[in-house]
């Protein structure tokens, strides 16, 4: 009797062990990661001079943009003229396309899917005042073969510009097919 008294006591004892070992850890995880979190914003508020950034807006016509579509219709890229002052750009195209005809079925049929692409990495533009996209398929490309998106009634271009001094610029602009 006193052995079954004693084998309770110590997993009672293992027990309260297991929960102040586990109870401990997931304190430590949650305090260390919200110092992790402040020191980010803290690292974040001093690269941006300890203010927030804030967007601007520009119009196309602000740094000469225009949207190229190919002779065919099938390719997309852009110019830009006036980019005094402008250290980077960055840049994503959106467009609707209906639903390839290999992945349709009965609850898909005459819907569309959202399509985009863009820049990888900012483009530093070096002082150049100019600077021209490559064409880039409505679609996708492998191995020399293309298959175009079709139902694509426009393609709008949205784009990040950051100027010299740090500010930072949103253009966003349109073209119909």
């Known amino acids: 009797m006193k052995y079954l008294q004693n084998t309770k006591i110590l997993i009672g004892a293992i027990a309260v062990l297991v929960i102040l070992i586990v109870g401990g850890a997931a304190w430590f995880f949650f305090n260390n990661k919200g110092l992790t979190n402040q020191a980010d914003q803290g690292q974040a ?18 740094i000469g943009l225009q949207m190229v579509l190919r002779s065919d219709s099938k390719a997309i890229k852009f110019t830009a003229n006036k980019l005094q002052g402008v250290k ?20 898909n049929q005459g819907q569309k899917v959202t399509q985009e692409f863009g820049s990888d990495s900012p483009v530093i ?30 393609v709008q271009l949205q784009m990040k510009v950051t100027k010299l001094d740090g ?6 602009d349109s073209i119909n097919l």
């Open 125 to 154: 533009l070096n002082g150049k005042t100019s600077y021209e996209s490559q064409f880039r398929e409505l679609g996708t490309c492998s191995s020399g073969v293309c298959r175009y998106d079709t139902g694509v009634t426009s």
């Open 45 to 62: 508020n001093s690269q941006s001079g300890g203010q927030s950034q804030t967007i601007g807006s520009l119009s196309p016509s602000d």
């Open 167 to 172: 500010s930072i610029y949103k253009v966003d």
């Open 88 to 107: 980077s750009l960055e840049w994503n195209f959106t467009y609707q396309a209906d639903i390839p005809q290999s992945d349709q079925n009965q609850y």
